[in-house]
Nanobody
Framework: QVQLVQSGGGLVQAGGSLTLSCEASGRTFRSYATGWFRQAPGKEREFVGAISRSGGSTRYADSVKGRFTISRANAKNTVYLQMNSLKPEDTAVYYC???????????????????WGQGTQVTVSL
């Protein structure tokens, strides 16, 4: 079992930055690839980005590529989502998620993620 606890988020003006954290319980966190997803009101949950078990591989949605960066510190059981140049369309509830099925690389499919954080609101104003 893995429990994910998110922190960070809040309100920021367009062009600003925020960092979200996702801390996992358990000693086997390094065995899980970790993804970030978001869901805006009235929309389906969408893939934002993900990082492999080792941190050596990342993948991003086209909408955030070049602005968002995912990193992980396995010694701290924590994955980070650094968000720069935020836009109003980035407003959503952001979720981190972990899955153990992908040994190499990452997956973008939310249904393959076994564990989810509680979600955190990110609001970007004009």
């Amino acid at each position: 079992q893995v429990q994910l606890v998110q922190s960070g988020g809040g309100l920021v003006q367009a062009g600003g930055s925020l960092t979200l954290s996702c801390e996992a319980s358990g000693r086997t966190f390094r065995s899980y690839a970790t993804g970030w997803f978001r869901q805006a009101p009235g929309k389906e949950r969408e893939f934002v980005g993900a990082i492999s078990r080792s941190g050596g591989s990342t993948r991003y949605a086209d909408s955030v590529k070049g602005r968002f960066t995912i990193s992980r510190a396995n010694a701290k059981n924590t994955v980070y989502l650094q968000m720069n140049s935020l836009k109003p369309e980035d407003t959503a509830v952001y979720y981190c998620a972990a899955e153990a099925g992908t040994i190499v690389g990452v997956t973008t499919t939310p249904n393959l993620y076994e564990y989810w954080g509680q979600g955190t609101q990110v609001t970007v104003s004009l």
